[in-house]
């Protein structure tokens, strides 16, 4: 391997900028030349493609966002179009590409693996729901930022005594509400691997914690379930509680990463970097039991990650 190729694809996740200088400044150290590829897929196709040096990185590690662009590309799903771009990256003297993204983005990486470029993924999204690592990049940015604005919404409504439906994100997955709703001490957690669709239950919940004496009651509820402005005129009309809905949207995907954030992303691309110089291809980066790991793409796309019963279990017990 001479040269090697990074780029972001999918949702961009903070901490993405500390993953792209780990790769440069990892691959330079290896002696391995390093080119940025813009605006994922689509920016390959489209040979939007620069040299990166070590300051090239420089003054990005605390940038939200990434500083190489993303985009969705659905024509690279055509076996065509996957063929055209392993031979831009030939012309462009690519041997392998760096991909941050999430579950689709490696199937980009496959596609370029089948014909002729290693390439190795790193998970890169808010969302945490990828099955094979415990940790992606981004996650921990996106759940702090959650939590500071629903301690926001609580002052509001524990003053005015409403109820608060607040939305976070997280696409199909509950992590992001769980998390959020543990450490904002939620009174309900919603997360679409576990909600049954009874309102009755949440509006039970409300008028017994006002009884208790309870002055707010926050819930916090998953992008999955959604509906939070319909389902907080419902809960208006059953319970007589003034219940407003937040939905915090796009602000958790952006701001300067955490500590924790720019550090696991800084080791999960030199580690990418290390496995595709040693010639490893079709592989993506995990952090499993305390350690960084890689598994085949198919075999990391096969896996299946669920919500621990017992965080879910002591979510619950907590919030009463
Ligand atoms: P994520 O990587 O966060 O899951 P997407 O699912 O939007 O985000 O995928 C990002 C990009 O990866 C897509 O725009 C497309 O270019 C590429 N991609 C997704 N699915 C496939 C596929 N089945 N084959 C090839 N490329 C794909």
Redesign the pocket.
Known sequence: IKTIGVLT???DAPGMNAAIRAVVRKAIGNGVKVKGIKK???GLLYEEIVDMERKDVSDTIQKGGTILG?????????EEV?IRAAEICRKHGIDGII?I???????????LARNGVNTIGIP??I?LDIACTDYTIGFDTAVNTAMEAIDKVRDTSSSHERCSIIEVMGRNAGYIALWCGVANGAEDILIPEKYDFNEQNIINNIIYNRKKGKTHHIIVNAEGIGHSTSMARRIEAATGMETRATILGYMQRGGSPTCKDRFYASMMGAYATDILCEGKSNRVVGYKNGEFVDFDIEEALNMQKAISEYEYIVSKMLSQ
Not at 70 to 77: G, I, L, N, S, V
Not at 101 to 111: C, E, P
């Open positions: 694809s999918g949702g994922g897929y689509q993303t985009a969705r590309c659905p024509e690279f799903k055509q996957q991909v993204g999430g579950d689709g983005s490696y199937r980009g990486a496959q596609a890169g999204t969302d």
